[in-house]
């Protein structure tokens, strides 16, 4: 079972990047998805989060409102659009799956990516 996160970047203040995380192995039709993002220094913490269905999602409160994540779940892929960045979002970013809805803490996933860098410069 492998989970791809693609998509990071080196952008500026204001731009727009897409993550894409591809699982292979399995399909993932049935988990949660989420994304969660890791800052130099920082612990790893929780930014987005797609039901099973695609019917429900989640968001820290730094990142609602500029972030959205989605699922192609025959294409056994989720997504993480990012807009309006701002350099606080620059971070190491994984996507990870689980089976409950307890999709804030890492503890509760199940499967993990190995992350992809995005840098925002100002």
């Known amino acids: 079972v492998q989970l791809q996160a693609s998509g990071g970047g080196l952008v500026q203040a204001g731009d727009s990047l897409r993550l894409s995380c591809a699982a292979s192995?399995?399909?993932?039709?049935?988990?949660?998805m989420g994304w969660f993002r890791q800052a130099p220094g920082k612990e790893r913490e929780f930014a987005a989060a797609?039901?099973?269905?695609?019917?429900?999602?989640y968001y820290a409160d730094s990142v609602k409102g500029r972030f959205t994540i989605s699922r192609d779940n025959a294409k056994n892929t989720w997504y993480l659009q990012m807009n309006s960045l701002k350099p606080e979002d620059t971070a190491v970013y994984y996507c990870?799956?689980?089976?409950?809805?307890?999709?804030?803490?890492?503890?509760?996933?199940?499967?993990w990516g190995q992350g992809t860098l995005v840098t925002v410069s100002s």
């Open positions: 192995g399995r399909t993932f039709s049935r988990y949660n």
């Open positions: 797609i039901s099973w269905s695609g019917g429900r999602t």
């Open positions: 990870a799956a689980q089976y409950n809805w307890k999709i804030v803490t890492t503890d509760n996933y199940d499967y």
